[in-house]
């Protein structure tokens, strides 16, 4: 779960945003009050901040948000049995489905960060998400069994799932009839830049928006500085902040084991799985955050970083050149890796 800080309005508005805390900075009052649009769509929440944009405006902001997020909702979710996604989990047969623009390019971002994690990101991870109940289905009340495991895998694979652009539109392909795409790790981050969209189409160029832990910012707060993003530490207490970024015009996401969980038979089990051994991790990387020039890039990679483990996440950030911060529980306590792209959106850091 990502967890970000910014610091945009008035102490009034310290919240929490799926993990995500906006706290404010402003020292005195400025001329500009801002304006915050926020609300609740996949299970999470959402929320806008622009800078420099007339209140008469609001009606028309808050309705064109709703309106981008339930149609991606409408598209991609697998907690909703009618939406584009489901209704081709649920296509047994091999024959490409119709897909919007945008969809295929998240499909496609999906894919290609899948190949460059040797499969540790892997949109076809389904079958063994709702296996070990962090799907649309319940939580299983025993550990899944080898067997279980087994047959789950088997319909798990990126090289089963293929996107075409034809000139009669975007397809989507599988050639395995069980196989279950499952969008979850990227949609956040999908969302979130169709809201930043949303504001350029509206000829706004100071925002801030977030879908539960995605995070993009362009331009400035209302009090004329840019915009801050906090990563909180990984620990039970809220509000706790590891380190601040400006992202300039970037996104960020988080990938973290330390929220999202649920205990069977004892163990605390995470809700990012391992697709090598079917099992959810169980290495000490607690947190991996991207910054990326998208907010889906971002919370494409993050996931695959989990997965991996610090190590090989901080060898594969080195070689694709990414601004990552990896924080990793070392007993007690935690230690953490900062990446020399990540450095450049640095503010500060905790001690
Ligand atoms: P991330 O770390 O970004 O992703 C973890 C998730 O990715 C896991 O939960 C799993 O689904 C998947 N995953 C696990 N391992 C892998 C892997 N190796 N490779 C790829 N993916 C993996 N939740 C609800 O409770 N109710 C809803 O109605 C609902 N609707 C949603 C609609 C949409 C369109 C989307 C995108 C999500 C929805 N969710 C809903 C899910 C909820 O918001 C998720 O918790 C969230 O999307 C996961 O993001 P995260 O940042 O917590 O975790």
């Known amino acids: ?52 944009v007339d209140q008469a405006a609001r009606p028309a902001l808050a309705r064109d948000i709703l309106a981008v997020l339930n149609r991606d909702d409408q598209e991609i979710s697998t907690y909703k049995p009618d939406s584009v996604l489901s209704r081709f989990n649920r296509y047994q047969g091999s024959e490409p489905q119709p897909i919007s623009a945008d969809m295929a390019d998240v499909v496609v971002t999906a894919l290609r960060v899948g190949t460059l994690t040797q499969g540790a990101m892997d949109i076809t991870v389904g079958p063994l998400v709702n296996l070990w109940g962090f799907g649309p289905d319940k939580q299983p009340v025993a550990t899944p069994d080898a067997a279980q495991i087994a047959a789950a895998r088997q319909k798990v694979g990126l090289s089963h799932l293929t996107v075409t ?67 909180q530490k990984p620990t039970d207490r809220e509000n706790a902040v590891q380190a601040i970024v400006d992202l300039q015009g970037h996104g960020i996401s988080t990938s973290g084991s330390y929220r999202n969980y649920y205990e069977l ?23 991996a955050t991207v910054i990326a020039p998208t907010a889906t890039l971002a919370d494409t ?47 500060s850091e905790a001690k």
């Open 165 to 231: 652009a034809r000139a009669d539109g975007q397809w989507l392909q599988k050639d395995l009839p069980g196989l279950y795409v499952d969008l979850s790790t990227v949609g956040e981050g999908y969302a979130t830049d169709h809201l930043a969209r949303l504001m350029e189409q509206h000829g706004i160029s100071n925002y801030l928006v977030s879908v539960g832990g995605a995070v993009l910012s362009r331009g400035h707060n209302p009090q004329g500085r840019p915009w801050q993003v906090a990563i």
């Open 265 to 287: 038979d004892g163990k605390r089990l995470s809700h990012v799985i391992d697709p090598a051994t079917g099992r959810p991790i169980t290495h000490k990387l607690v947190s």
């Open 1 to 52: 779960m990502p967890f970000h800080l910014s610091f945009p309005f008035s102490p009034r508005t310290l919240g929490l945003l799926a993990g995500a805390l906006m706290l404010a900075g402003c020292d005195s009052p400025p001329d500009d009050p801002g304006m915050v649009i926020e609300g609740k769509i996949m299970g999470t929440l959402y929320r806008v901040s622009v800078a420099g």
């Open 301 to 347: 990679w993050d996931t695959g970083l989990m997965v991996l483990g610090t190590a090989k996440a901080r060898a594969l950030a080195e070689q694709q050149q990414l601004a990552v911060y990896l924080i990793t529980r070392e007993g007690d306590h935690f230690t953490h890796y900062m990446s020399p792209q990540f450095k450049a959106f640095l503010v």
